[in-house]
């Protein structure tokens, strides 16, 4: 069985700071990785897809690696600004129902 | 373009009561899925469908009830209302493709059983 696992849980940081959220797995046999934003109240917002067969997707100010050998992904954050508060959450598709198996988010602060 | 909408956005309920909450794409997305969120628990699939009249369970589907007559709408049932179906719930839809299958959420209801 898939597990996920988000580190940190939790991060506070000054609003310019280059950011890593990270995002682990236990089983490489993905079909893609999908991260989402959530803000509080709201629904969740894609913001990348990454194909298993892909090494990384860049959108804006953020880009996402996956790492299946090592069961890693993570999302970069460049110049982290106050909007960017948020909590972020990556996703797994394993099989062809295309079900998602989410890990438990990072929550982001940006300080102004 | 409206996309993917739920409503209500907000139900208060009492125990042994039956709910439904709906969930209307626009994409004609062929696949639909009903998550719950929960803290401590994270985002875990209640049930999902492929298609009009194919609808499959997810990781907790007790308690609940699911139909899909048409494309565009997924409604999800609580048969009788249990306080521990308080929760956040939302709805996805995807395209069934083999790539770029971005899954699209709704809004979200958030629900409470008294």
């Given at each position: 069985k898939q597990e996920v696992t988000q580190i940190?849980?939790?991060?506070?940081?000054?609003?310019?700071?280059?950011?890593?959220?990270?995002?682990?797995?236990?089983?490489?046999?993905?079909?893609?990785?999908?991260?989402f934003r959530q803000d509080p109240g709201k629904g969740l917002t894609s913001l990348l897809l990454i194909q298993s067969s892909q090494r990384?997707?860049?959108?804006?100010?953020?880009?996402?690696s996956l790492d299946k050998s090592s069961g890693r992904s993570t999302l970069y954050?460049?110049?982290?600004?106050?909007?960017?508060?948020?909590?972020y959450l990556c996703a797994f598709r394993m099989d062809s129902s295309?079900?998602?198996?989410?890990?438990?988010?990072?929550?982001l602060l940006v300080r102004p | 373009d409206a996309g993917i909408t739920q409503s209500p956005r907000y139900k208060i309920t009492e125990t042994g009561r039956q709910v439904t909450l709906m969930c209307h794409q626009t994409w004609s997305h062929s696949y639909m899925f009903w998550y719950r969120q929960?803290?401590?628990?994270?985002?875990?699939?209640?049930?999902?469908?492929?298609?009009?009249?194919i609808t499959d369970k997810g990781e907790?589907?007790?308690?609940?009830?699911?139909?899909?007559?048409?494309?565009?709408?997924?409604?999800?049932?609580?048969?009788?209302?249990?306080?521990?179906?308080?929760?956040?719930?939302?709805?996805?839809?995807?395209?069934?493709?083999?790539?770029?299958?971005e899954q699209f959420f709704g809004p979200g209801t958030r629900l409470t059983v008294l």
């Open positions: 940190p849980a939790a991060l506070s940081v000054p609003e310019g700071e280059n950011l890593v959220l990270n995002c682990s797995f236990t089983d490489s046999a993905i079909y893609n990785l999908q991260w990384e997707q860049t959108s804006g100010r953020l880009n996402a954050i460049a110049a982290s600004q106050p909007g960017d508060s948020a909590t295309y079900k998602l198996i989410f890990g438990s988010g990072t929550r | 929960d803290l401590g628990h994270g985002l875990r699939l209640i049930y999902y469908s492929a298609a009009a009249d907790v589907p007790d308690g609940y009830v699911v139909s899909r007559s048409k494309t565009e709408n997924f409604p999800l049932t609580l048969e009788s209302a249990t306080r521990s179906q308080t929760s956040v719930y939302f709805c996805a839809s995807t395209v069934a493709r083999t790539r770029n299958n």
